[in-house]
Nanobody, 124 residues
Framework: QVQLVESGGGLVQTGASLRLSCTAS????????TGWFRQAPGKERDFVAA????????YYADSWKGRVTISRDNAKPTVYLQMSSLQPEDTAVYYC?????????????????WGQGTQVTVSS
């Protein structure tokens, strides 16, 4: 089993930057990649970015390219999501997830473990 805990969410103003963290515990060596998703009220959970366990490979949703950077520190082990130029429409619960199978993916169904989420609210 793998446990994921997100942190770093909060209330920010339009245009602000924010860094989210996802700390893993348990059998982390069994996972290939970690991804970030977000879910706004009344909407589906959408993919944001993913990173391989080595940190060499990354994958971003087109809508987020240029505004977000995913990285990791395997010594901790923690995956970060650095977001910039936040807008009110970015208000959502942000989740990290880990997948066991090889490859980066943007589909929720490919991820095996999920955190509880962290709320990000962007005020106008």
């Amino acid at each position: 089993q793998v446990q994921l805990v997100e942190s770093g969410g909060g209330l920010v103003q339009t245009g602000a930057s924010l860094r989210l963290s996802c700390t893993a515990s348990g059998r982390t060596s069994s996972t290939y990649a970690t991804g970030w998703f977000r879910q706004a009220p009344g909407k589906e959970r959408d993919f944001v970015a993913a990173i391989s366990r080595s940190g060499i490979s990354t994958y971003y949703a087109d809508s987020w390219k240029g505004r977000v950077t995913i990285s990791r520190d395997n010594a901790k082990p923690t995956v970060y999501l650095q977001m910039s130029s936040l807008q009110p429409e970015d208000t959502a619960v942000y989740y990290c997830a880990a997948k066991v199978s090889f490859g980066l993916a943007d589909s929720r169904s490919e991820y095996d473990y999920w955190g509880q989420g962290t709320q990000v609210t962007v005020s106008s």
